[in-house]
């Protein structure tokens, strides 16, 4: 009997806390469940015999990467449109289909990806108006950081899998982390054994090992994927995706559909390591970009947009937008009645929770669109001294191309406000 079939056996009891245990040189003796249970004198309860009081820890390391687990490339799909959703600087993923399946591959693995680059001219600079600038040089902060954190294909956060009400999906999920994880489909409507949860409703996925998760989709709206297993590591590492289900019948054209994951990540000054042990979170990003490295949202002139935001992170994020009134049309229960739909510039998105938005493009210009919590705009505060503070965080800009940049600027019509 190999190791990971004997820890296998002890997880369901004991799975977490033999990872999050810090004696990881020293072979773990099991406490105590099954000590307990022989204590209680409880008349059902049947003494637990375990054999495996000799389970070691360290067989799952606790570095960021193991290097004896290969990373696979992403599967061939990635990056292939095979829908409208842009989740802006995340590429999307496709699928195939086995009968009147869905077919998606996710791989969790160690990543390694920019963050920012403060030398980076951000996208939407060139929008700027050269009269604006004479006199005064937009100024970014030279810092680069990279992020040395966990993900789906290559990519925190993972690519969004879209798909459409009444669908059957499959999706296999590959582990090539250091240690167990499962993926929960957050918000999803399916049965108890596909949840992943582990390993309430699963066994773990261990590392090298596949699992196949398949459901049907019974609903609309934006959600999210993320691990269930150790995910208060997990989590924190970066894993964690969108998915996005149309509805069958569409209630209206939408021009522009965007998709926002929101993260924040604790990383110690010159360290490309996320500090996991911390609520002092200090880079806040759309997308896993901050500011000057996210990409700027765009629309022409008349067009409906729709923004889908989830949030991912530990604090709330009031996500505001210059130039506009929007509807909030969704959350992680799918769509909004409309008979309850609000109308604001800012929408609180919480914890664990996705917000979709709605307005049209009637505003032409170079409007910003950032998190208006004030310290979620900056990079780690590296400016301190309290000079011109360079954007940073959670802030990129929605662009807005005129029908006709000579036109005067109109108010919005009724149907536009
Ligand atoms: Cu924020």
Not at 210 to 218: K, P, V
Not at 339 to 350: D, L, Q, Y
């Amino acid at each position: 009997m190999n190791n990971n079939i004997k820890i296998m056996f002890v997880l369901p009891i004991f799975g977490i806390s033999i990872l999050a245990s810090n004696s990881v040189e020293q072979p773990v003796s099991i406490p105590n469940v099954a000590g307990h249970l022989t204590t209680t004198k409880h008349p059902s309860t049947k003494p637990v015999e375990n054999k495996n009081t000799h389970m070691h820890a360290s067989k799952f390391t606790k570095e960021w990467i193991n290097p004896k687990i290969k990373l696979s490339p992403p599967p061939p799909l990635m990056g292939k449109q095979m829908g409208h959703i842009n989740t802006i600087g995340i590429p999307s993923l496709g699928y195939t289909m086995d009968g009147n399946v869905k077919v998606f591959h996710l791989i969790a693995q160690p990543v390694e990806k920019q963050m920012t680059d403060g030398a980076a001219t951000p996208s939407w600079q060139h929008l700027i108006s050269k009269k604006n600038l004479e006199g005064f040089k937009m100024h970014h902060h030279n810092v680069k950081k990279n992020i040395k954190g966990w993900g789906y294909n290559g990519s925190i956060p993972g690519p969004t899998i879209e798909c459409t009400e009444g669908d059957r999906i499959r999706i296999v999920v590959k582990n090539e982390l250091p240690e167990p994880t499962s993926v929960h489909w957050h918000g999803i409507l399916l049965p108890n054994d596909q949840d992943g949860a582990a390993p309430i409703t699963q066994k773990p996925i261990f590392p090298g090992e596949t699992f196949t998760y398949e459901f049907t989709l019974y609903q609309s709206g934006t959600y999210m994927y993320h691990p269930g297993f150790n995910i208060m590591k997990q989590d924190q590492m970066g894993l964690a995706g969108m998915l996005v289900i149309h509805p069958k019948v569409p209630e209206r054209h939408i021009d522009r559909d965007y998709a926002i994951m929101l993260q924040s990540f604790a990383m110690p000054a010159g360290n490309d390591y996320i500090n996991i042990a911390t609520m002092d979170f200090n880079r806040f990003t759309f997308n896993g970009h901050t500011a000057p490295l996210i990409p700027h949202m765009f629309a022409k002139q008349g067009e409906r947009v729709r923004i889908r935001l989830a949030n991912m992170s530990m604090d709330s994020h009031p996500i505001h937008i210059h130039g506009f009134v929007w509807q909030e049309v969704g959350t992680e229960g799918g769509p909004i009645p409309l008979s309850a739909r609000r109308k604001g510039a800012t929408i609180n998105v919480p914890p664990g929770t996705t917000r979709d938005v709605e307005f049209i493009a009637w505003n032409p210009g170079l409007w910003r669109f950032h998190c208006h919590k004030i310290h979620h705009v900056v990079n780690a505060h590296v400016d301190v001294p309290m000079g011109l503070m360079a954007h940073g965080g959670m802030f990129t800009m929605f662009y807005v191309e005129p029908k006709d940049p000579k036109a005067p600027w109109q108010p919005p019509t009724p149907e536009e406000s």
